[in-house]
Every structure is written in structure tokens, then in C-alpha cells.
């Protein structure tokens, strides 16, 4: 079963340059991890300091062990530091 991760962070365009550092170099970690399938952003537009990923994952089994990979947690931590606000997961099945 398919899952879908909508990831929403606030406050992006606070410190944007250092964001999209820790965002590329946690995005291109993604693109190894088993069971990732894809992922897009958007920006949302009526609150543009606002954005949400939208990953795409093989099972929950292969987001779970993604979640909770250390350099993903370092990187995250530090992210959520940068925005000043905790990042929100929300996940749902197809």
C-alpha cells in the first residue's frame, strides 16, 4: 500500500537561504532511502511564508525507517530551529 507524507512547514521565508541548504541536502538523503517514490513542494498561495512536501512512499514500513533515520532527525532538528516552529507530518494511504 502507497503512502502519502504531507509535510507542512511555516515560517519559510524566514533565514531562506540557509532553509534551502538544509532542505536540498535533506531532499537528495530522500532520493536513496528504499521505498521513496517521489516528492513535490508547494507554496501555498493565499500565506506564501507557508509550504507543504508531498512524499510518496512504497509502504508506511519505508517512511517509518526514514522518520526515523538519525541524519534525518539532525537535519529536521535543525530546520525546525531555523523556522522557529515545528515541522507538521501528516500520513495518508491510497
Request: net charge negative; aromatic share 10%; proline share 2%.
Amino acid at each position: 500500500m502507497t503512502v502519502k507524507i504531507f509535510i507542512t512547514r511555516k515560517g519559510v521565508d524566514k533565514n531562506i537561504i540557509e532553509l534551502t541548504v538544509l532542505l536540498k541536502k535533506l531532499r537528495s538523503l530522500t532520493l536513496n532511502q528504499p521505498g521513496y517514490i517521489y516528492g513535490e513542494t508547494l507554496r501555498r498561495i493565499d500565506a506564501p511564508d507557508e509550504c507543504v512536501v508531498i512524499s510518496t512512499w512504497r509502504s508506511l514500513t519505508d517512511w517509518e525507517s526514514w522518520y526515523n533515520n538519525e541524519q534525518r532527525i539532525s537535519i529536521q532538528s535543525e530546520i525546525d530551529l531555523l523556522l522557529g516552529e515545528e515541522t507538521e507530518y501528516a500520513i495518508y494511504e491510497e
